[in-house]
């Protein structure tokens, strides 16, 4: 385990770890080996199993973090200045840390494959705009250049000749894409596109990588042509130049201090008539020709659909679930534990018990075991989501890419899917990283405890690329087509198989809701059988879709315009949304589990998919649920046996469970998740290490706290008051 310069100086200074507390020691030193004996399996084959089933994905992932790991060293990085040094100072760090680890790759000019992007993003201590370059800036060349466009920009893309970014948003238009305000004007006297951010509200914003970075940025603007506008298209534009100095008629800049994101640059940029030349345009499915025609055009070598253009924002945002669990697992290993190695009331709590009483480990207050274990399983079911969804974009990406033809027609409920798991899931992780927090007390509001500093960097997700609560409404609208294609009587497949029960009907009623529901669980085994607990959740989410539907058909009968009455049903279809999209990481979770062959790591994570499911269904909406009588009282107190059961199971295994992730102590960056468990040891350092403890007196004592204090009575000291000098009045 590889510990940066903070945590492992601390082993040569005057703190010694063991296993007994003393002036120099916590004593914790022998609680998570023992708690690593009692597992009952092997980590190896889970971490196995979260790398995905990419050929020689482990191994990748082990160079890249030894590569990391070495170039953190040769800058003398310590983990604690990512918190505490300037943004100017975390830039440069964080330029030098992303350019050491992926020139290995860039200088070969490999394309980096899902495991290769896992690798990276789980070896960063640093999250850089850089990363930009190989994901939006290099898919959208991919997918909408022309071949002789890559020609021209892929290949410097590839390998760091250009550093690009993607700039959409803008500072009055974010969700509503058609209504960007950016121009690009065609003069055909010059064959040249003009572009402009014309008003104030059209600067383009939040865009990751052009504060200070990036040399070329993809501009999307109007295409207008001869006074007609023709829509939203996509020119290369390039920003500084070669001395990284904005280009003349170019204002370029950063967007100021946010709440995480310390290291990533976030900019803004003012265009005033920049000149682009008519090749400029990304052309694979459309151009304009000298004359100014625009036309639409096709691939030579095939049959490409134009709707490729839309796996950029796809690919986006399956990368960004993808990094959802990897986000949370970092605060859910931290906890887990701190949970282990604190302990806190006495075992036996009888009056006039001794100090030094043995106490139990948190962890095994009920309370905190259900928060903690529900937290890492959802960490799970993320990440097991995010690499089947990774492994299918990058099969039609190696098509689409290439120019050749491509079975596009699962992009409807692929793009529902991975807008849903974005608005939904990227929300949740959030919450649920906070809540990780909150289970460690108080040390848990210290930056050096490492989930604060994650939880901040991650607050940016549920909002970038897509606000959440407008990403889960892009689900609803396909959850509601797909109802309404159920009740007509057509064949649904895939991920909305559920609805099919819903044939022949108008409305959704209890009755109709007790005739297609499973037969409610007699006993606590039937919550141990995961197709009871995933029919459960089918049921749940079936319900909740039909409500929505009917609720719309209500309000426009009631007079609404179909438009009014999606606006007022919003809280209904984004719950029918949320358990969508609980269900689809149910499922995907237990088709992982099945594939498993190791039998005692099989067993394990069995467990934990249905304590997944579980507490969803605890936690969550019972919606259909009750009104199929499928949780009445009974029901209720054997799901919650159940749970109480499965975290009994899992209790052994808690902190393999949390070790299988192989997040190193140098990019955990937490003295409470530490790997050895010195927690104490690591506190203490952390706080000596504090800038306020560089200079003594403090600055602004003299000016402003001196002169209040009584300096005779201090110089007295710890004698006794009542002999002290007398105060001056």
């Given amino acids: 385990r590889v510990c940066g310069p903070l945590l492992t100086s601390i082993m040569s200074s005057d703190l010694t770890p063991s296993t007994e507390p003393s002036f120099t020691s916590g004593g914790t030193a022998g609680i998570l080996p023992a708690e690593r004996a009692k597992a009952t399996f092997d980590v190896a084959n889970l971490a196995k199993v979260l790398v995905g089933k990419e050929k020689g994905a482990q191994i990748k992932k082990d160079w890249v973090a030894d590569v990391a790991a070495k170039t953190q060293k040769n800058l003398n990085l310590d983990e604690m200045d990512i918190i505490n040094q300037s943004r100017t100072q975390i830039l440069k760090d964080a330029t030098a840390f992303f350019i050491g680890i992926h020139k290995p790759y860039s200088d070969k000019g490999w394309t980096p494959t899902r495991a290769d992007m896992d690798a990276m993003r789980a070896a960063h201590v640093f999250g850089s705009g850089m990363g930009l370059n190989w994901s939006m800036f290099l898919n959208t060349l991919r997918f909408q250049a022309s071949d002789e466009q890559k020609g021209w920009w892929l290949d410097r893309c590839l390998k760091m000749k250009l550093i690009g970014c993607y700039a959409q948003t803008e500072l009055g238009h974010g969700s509503n894409v058609r209504g960007i305000q950016t121009t690009a004007t065609y003069d055909k006297s010059t064959q040249e596109f003009v572009l402009n951010t014309p008003t104030l509200q059209a600067t383009k914003w939040w865009i990751t990588g052009l504060g200070c970075v990036a040399t070329h940025a993809l501009v999307y603007a109007q295409l207008i042509i001869d006074g007609k506008e023709h829509g939203v298209h996509t020119f290369m534009c390039q920003v500084r130049d070669h001395n990284h100095h904005p280009m003349p008629g170019i204002e370029v800049g950063d967007v100021g201090n946010k709440v995480g994101g310390k290291s990533s640059d976030t900019g803004y940029l003012r265009l005033q008539n920049i000149r682009v030349p008519r090749e400029h345009m990304l052309a694979r499915f459309q151009e304009v020709t000298a ?6 055009v096709g691939i030579k070598r095939g049959d490409a659909d134009p709707r490729i253009g839309y796996l950029t924002m796809v690919a986006t945002r399956v990368g960004i679930v993808a990094g959802a669990g990897e986000a949370l697992a970092s605060a859910a290993v931290t906890v887990m534990r701190y949970s282990l190695v604190r302990h806190q009331g006495f075992v036996d709590p009888k009056p006039g018990v001794a100090s030094r009483s043995p106490e139990n480990q948190v962890l095994d207050y009920g309370l905190q075991k259900y928060r903690v274990f529900k937290n890492l399983s959802i960490a799970y079911a993320m990440k097991f989501t995010g690499i089947w969804m990774q492994d299918f974009m990058q099969s039609a990406v190696k098509g689409a890419a ?7 027609d699962v992009l409807p409920e692929l793009h529902a899917s991975s807008a849903g798991l974005k608005g939904v899931a990227c929300l949740i992780a959030a919450d649920a990283m ?3 927090r909150k289970c460690c007390g108080g040390h848990g509001y210290l930056l050096s405890a490492g989930i604060g500093h994650h939880y ?8 970038l690329e897509g606000e959440s609560n407008v990403m889960a409404l892009q689900t609803s609208r396909f959850l509601i087509k797909s109802c309404n294609d159920a009740r007509k009587g057509k064949q649904l497949s895939g991920l909305c198989s559920y609805l099919t029960p819903l044939a022949g009907s108008t409305t959704l009623s209890d009755d109709l809701l007790r005739k297609v529901a499973p ?11 995961p197709a009871y607990v995933i029919a459960l959740a089918q049921h749940r989410t079936m319900a909740a879709v039909g409500q929505a539907a009917d609720l719309l058909g209500r309000l426009q009968a009631e007079g609404m315009t179909y438009q009014q009455a999606w606006v007022t049903a919003g809280r209904e279809l984004i719950l029918a949304t949320r358990q969508h999209v609980m269900g689809f990481l ?9 594939d498993i062959t190791d039998t005692p790591t099989r067993k394990v994570m069995t467990q934990m998919m249905l304590l997944f499911g579980l507490t969803d269904l605890q936690d969550a909406p019972w919606t259909g649920l009750v009104e199929a009588g499928l949780i009445g009282s009974n029901q209720q107190a054997l799901l919650q046996t159940a749970i109480r059961r499965l975290l009994t199971q899992l209790r052994p295994n808690a902190v393999a469970l949390a070790d299988a992730w192989g997040i190193s102590d140098r990019v955990l960056m937490s003295v409470l998740g530490r790997y050895d468990g010195n927690v104490y040891e690591a506190l203490l350092a952390s706080a000596r290490s504090s800038e306020l403890n560089r200079k003594k007196p403090f600055d602004g004592y003299k000016e402003y706290l001196q002169p209040c204090l009584d300096l005779e009575f201090l110089k007295h000291g710890n004698k006794l008051a009542s002999q002290a000098p007398k105060a001056k009045l």
């Fill in 291 to 296: 004359s100014g025609e625009y036309r639409k």
């Fill in 402 to 408: 290439a120019g050749s033809a491509v079975n596009l």
């Fill in 434 to 436: 906070e809540d990780c």
């Fill in 456 to 463: 901040q960097d991650y607050l940016a997700i549920p909002t």
């Fill in 519 to 529: 037969q409610p669980a007699q006993n606590v085994e039937a919550f141990f059988d």
């Fill in 586 to 594: 149910l499922k995907n979770f237990k088709s992982v589990v099945d």
